[in-house]
């Protein structure tokens, strides 16, 4: 089945800098890679997404790129707000149409 | 507005006992799933149901049950709860055509003791 390594497990950013999370996957037949943000107390919540015949999409403040290739995919957040803190999943869509999460990054943005 | 959510939002349970945790939503979605979320694991698939009468293993289903009667709901039971069944529980639903766009509940938090 799919395996999805997330990096890092823990991040902290001064508020106006960046912020990088990194994944990887096993399965060459994933084709959509969703990533999801989690706030304390609440479920995830689907933030952006990128399919694979994509290399980068981009949502105001946040951006997405994928390489098929190296089988890599990682969410960029610029000019972080301290309400960008939370715990952020990526996913892989594989086979039978089933979505393997990674284990999480829990970001800080620091006033 | 639809929404899915889940109860009771806390249970706190002794080892042994059968417990049920509800799931409910008006999305009308097909899709149905339950994760749960422990420290360093993420969000694991136990359960999920592509339909009414359809259920399917996830990777941790070992102790756990599922049963889909109707659109709106999956309830998860754990047949006879044990302490590494400690964990926060996720529902999520998602439309037939994108498996990839999850909704998911708020949470129940299930203490075994």
């Known amino acids: 089945g799919e395996n999805v390594e997330q990096h890092p497990s823990t991040l902290s950013v001064q508020e106006g800098d960046s912020a990088v999370i990194k994944c990887t996957y096993s399965?060459?037949?994933?084709?959509?890679f969703p990533w999801y943000k989690q706030e304390l107390g609440k479920g995830p919540q689907l933030i952006i997404d990128i399919r694979s015949n994509v290399g980068e999409k981009k949502d105001q403040r946040i951006a997405v790129t994928l390489n098929k290739t190296a089988k890599h995919f990682s969410l960029h957040i610029t000019e972080t707000q301290p309400e960008d803190s939370a715990v952020y999943f990526c996913a892989a869509l594989g086979g039978y149409q089933k979505v393997t999460f990674g284990t999480g990054t829990k970001l800080q943005v620091i006033p | 507005d639809a929404e899915i959510t889940q109860s009771p939002r806390h249970k706190i349970t002794e080892t042994g006992r059968q417990v049920t945790l509800a799931c409910h939503q008006t999305?009308?979605?097909?899709?149905m799933f339950w994760y749960r979320q422990d420290l360093g694991h993420g969000l694991r698939l136990i359960h999920y149901s592509y339909g009414v009468q359809d259920t399917n293993k996830g990777e941790v289903s070992d102790g756990y049950s599922v049963s889909r009667s109707n659109t709106e709901d999956l309830p998860l039971t754990l047949e006879s709860a044990a302490s590494s069944q400690t964990s926060v529980y996720f529902c999520?639903?998602?439309?037939?055509?994108?498996?990839?766009?999850?909704?998911f509940g708020p949470g129940t938090r299930l203490t075994v003791t």
């Open positions: 999520a639903s998602s439309e037939t055509g994108a498996p990839y766009e999850q909704y």
């Open positions: 399965d060459s037949a994933s084709n959509y």
């Open positions: 999305w009308n979605h097909n899709n």
